[in-house]
């Protein structure tokens, strides 16, 4: 079972290809320039470098967000075209859950944090019982009371809680963990329709804001 995986959401843009359990090659750099230019060029020298052609990759797996507005699209339609020429499935991965994954440090409460802008966040809480990652919240945007009222319980995952004040796990990149993820997915059958796949805001974007359009409800 060979893996493409990818993360676009956050500022370290990733890149990984799995075979099997084992994480073959990966590669990430600064998502700071342009995601949309930097992304093909990416995955044709990981595959190349794991000797591996596109059409070797069995399927794709993906960060939805939340996360940055741009690179969420990003993602979402780079994975949708290549997808659809190569008629392979997709599986969709939370931004989170792939941040939680990174620390699978048994029985302890996990709460990876985002930065939304204008002092919002983006969080949800995990644990790992018998090695096994579990979601105790849905993805959610914060605001710093919300985030306030559960520092103290949780461990935090990303410079954004660092940023705060809280002490925190640090932030690396995704894309191999979103290939462990979708791997035990794909064994369970749970893939994402390419009909289906859409970028996961969680909340209206700058330009929507102020053009007053409402995309979401409380």
Known sequence: MRILALDTTTPLLSVAVMADDAVLAQMSCSAKRSTSSRLFPMIDTLLNYAGLRK????????TVGPGSFTGVRVGVAAVKGLAYALKREVIAVSTLEAMAHLYPLEGMLLFPLLDARRGMFYGAMFR????????????????????????????????????LGYPSLPFRELAPSVARIARKRAERGEFTRLFDLKPVYLRPSDAEETRGIIVYKD
């Open 55 to 62: 059409g070797d990759i069995d399927f794709i797996a993906l």
């Open 128 to 163: 790992y019982i018998n090695g096994s990652l579990e979601r105790l919240t849905e993805d959610a945007l914060l605001s710093r009371e919300d985030v306030e009222r559960v520092s103290g319980s949780v461990t935090f995952i990303g410079e954004v809680a660092s940023r």
